[in-house]
């Protein structure tokens, strides 16, 4: 079964940077695109950024595009998001997704989530 467990995240003053980490089991890590999302309180879960098993392909929504960063490295089964330039309206909790498929499972699988806060 697909376990995935989110790290990195913290309190970082408006315009800091912080870097998460999905570690992520299997053996078929590498065949699998993988994404992060974000909630705030009282709002809907938000899609951040997707990556392409191989990692030529990133996507992100207009939001984020330029500031934040997603990659991976199959050989740790790690997939990383850096983000820069925070604003107080990235504070939510972070969670690393695998979508529905052959590694992700029926309905995909997520990771517990990771509190980010961005004071002003």
């Known amino acids: 079964q697909v376990q995935l467990v989110e790290s990195g995240g913290g309190l970082v003053q408006a315009g800091g940077s912080l870097r998460l980490s999905c570690a992520a089991s299997g053996r078929t890590f590498s065949n699998s695109d993988m994404g992060w999302y974000r909630q705030a309180p009282g709002k809907d879960r938000d899609f951040v950024a997707r990556i392409t098993a191989s990692g030529g392909s990133t996507f992100y929504p207009n939001s984020v595009k330029g500031r934040f960063t997603i990659s991976r490295d199959n050989s740790k089964n790690t997939v990383y998001l850096q983000m820069n330039s925070l604003k107080p309206e990235d504070t939510a909790i972070y969670y690393c997704?695998?979508?529905?498929?052959?590694?992700?499972?029926?309905?995909?699988?997520w990771g517990q989530g990771t509190q980010v806060t961005v004071s002003s």
């Open positions: 997704n695998a979508p529905p498929g052959d590694y992700g499972g029926p309905l995909g699988s």
